[in-house]
């Protein structure tokens, strides 16, 4: 099953994705006297997701084709899946070839990780601004897999991964890359990386979540950096250094896991962004598989100040 958050009368509310649009969830629930959660994060804390997908595959597929209340593919508009994950957990380098993008060795122990900052986040089609600060010279965006908690946890096995997860995402993680490395208004540090990770609108996911039942393996899936339509850079998850089992298992055992809490896995390669492009993060797989794109377009704020 794959659920979005669209944007509907000034309300962003959680939607079952079909062949013809999406089918919202109170749609649903005044169809069928049900009392589904209505928006998506409410959805997953409430530990709602594995049921709906139970009646979803059990025949609410077709049933949803009989009933009232879609919303047509040419009149949906997607926001971000939601907007306030308790943590957003992210893992850099985990591709050797990202590695040699900043001149870094990669983490072999434990990974490279840092936190982001909720109000960072945006959804599909929003702006991503690169900064106004002077020592701002250089943004980088990254498309990247994300995996979506499902409930409160800790130590959970490599095995018993998929148990606590509610889904996939597709994700557009950004740096403000030149800080990181130095320029000429800042010396380069790696203790910089709270800062270039968290300027606004620097963290992008969405448009849908992708419950595990229609990924058979994580492991297959392609993520694929896009730069102005051009693919930058592919990779397997297979070539992770450390695949989502050790993520999701190893971080259970140090700061634990929340419901919906969100774990970008790490990208492929980082491309350079600047004002009037637009970025962009794919994720596919076997026998036609295919997320639904990530798209964002690119304004500078130092050529945009009324933007800010």
């Known amino acids: 099953?794959?659920?979005?958050t669209i944007k509907q009368n000034g309300r962003e509310i959680a939607g079952i994705v079909t062949a013809g649009g999406v089918f919202p969830v109170e749609a649903l629930n005044a169809a069928k006297g049900t009392a589904w959660k209505t928006e998506m994060y409410d959805l997953i804390c409430a530990g709602q997701i594995?049921?709906?997908t139970a009646w979803?595959?059990?025949?609410?597929?077709?049933e949803l084709e009989t009933l009232p209340g879609l919303v047509p593919a040419d009149q949906v508009v997607y926001g971000p899946l939601y907007r306030t994950p308790r943590r957003i957990f992210g893992i850099g380098l985990n591709y050797l070839d990202?590695?040699?993008d900043i001149g870094s060795a990669a983490p072999t122990g434990f990974p490279g990780s840092f936190f982001k900052q909720a109000d960072t986040l945006i959804g599909p089609g929003d702006e991503i601004k690169t900064p106004a600060l002077k020592e701002a010279q250089k943004t980088t965006a990254e498309a990247e897999l994300g995996i979506i908690l499902g409930k409160d946890c800790r130590d959970v096995s490599e095995e018993d991964w998929e148990k606590v997860i509610v889904g996939y995402t597709t994700i557009l993680d950004m740096t403000e890359e030149s800080i990181l490395k130095g320029n000429d208004y800042v010396s380069g540090n790696p203790r910089y990386l709270t800062i270039?990770?968290?300027f606004p609108t620097f963290f992008s996911f969405g448009p849908q979540l992708v419950t595990p039942d229609e990924v058979p393996d994580v492991l297959k899936l392609e993520v694929q950096s896009v730069h102005n339509g051009e693919v930058y850079a592919k990779n397997v998850v297979s070539n992770m250094m450390h695949q989502p089992a050790k993520l999701v298992s190893l971080h259970s055992s140090i700061q634990g896991w929340l419901a919906g809490d969100v774990l970008s896995t790490g990208t492929p390669r980082a491309?350079?962004?600047?004002?009037?492009d637009v970025a962009e993060c794919r994720i596919c797989?076997?026998?036609g598989f295919s997320m639904e794109p990530l798209v964002n377009p690119v304004v500078d704020l130092k050529l945009h100040p009324e933007k800010q």
Request: hydrophobic share 30%; no cysteine; glycine share 24%.
């Open 1 to 4: 099953m794959r659920l979005a």
């Open 50 to 52: 594995p049921g709906l």
């Open 56 to 62: 979803y595959n059990a025949g609410g597929r077709g």
């Open 98 to 100: 990202h590695a040699g």
């Open 196 to 198: 270039v990770k968290n």
């Open 271 to 276: 491309f350079h962004i600047q004002d009037g």
């Open 285 to 287: 797989g076997p026998d």
